[in-house]
């Protein structure tokens, strides 16, 4: 879902949107893991920042296009 609201976000639609949104799922969810592990491994030491992965990835993916 949430891919599909970025490529709405930044028009993409028809045949460019078909090929696009599995690369944006896909991208997504390893954010999400990354930050996961990096979160986990912050605890561990005791700080946690506040981070706000799907931005992070919504930019980066942004920037490859």
Known sequence: VEAH???TQHNYH???RKE??????A????EGYLA???RKSLMKMG???DLEWSE???SRFLQRK
Request: aromatic share 4%; charged share 15%.
């Open 5 to 7: 609201n970025i490529l």
């Open 14 to 16: 028809g045949k460019k």
């Open 20 to 25: 696009t949104v599995d690369a944006v799922a």
């Open 27 to 30: 991208s997504l969810i390893l």
């Open 36 to 38: 996961f592990l990096g």
């Open 47 to 49: 700080t946690v920042p």
């Open 56 to 58: 992070i990835s919504r």
